[in-house]
């Protein structure tokens, strides 16, 4: 299903607790139904991934093992 911008607007979303606010690259997530979107907190109107829990966890693990 297609996330709307103006859905995506109303969402909860939140910030990593990683994440200052110095303007640096982050991203914010949402937790829904069966996916956990993605979108980057300096663009909340551009475009939002979705991944289910274990992609997202996969992901994560990826990148912290580079």
Not at 31 to 52: H, I, M
Request: charged share 20%; aromatic share 4%; glycine share 10%.
């Amino acid at each position: 299903a297609e996330l709307t911008v103006l859905a995506a607007r109303q969402l909860g979303w939140r910030k990593s607790s990683h994440s200052g606010d110095n303007g640096g690259d982050c991203v914010e997530l949402v937790e829904l139904p069966s996916v956990v979107a993605v979108r980057d907190s300096k663009n909340p109107d551009g475009p939002v991934l979705a991944f289910t829990r274990g992609q997202l966890t996969g992901l994560i693990n990826s990148i912290k093992n580079a």
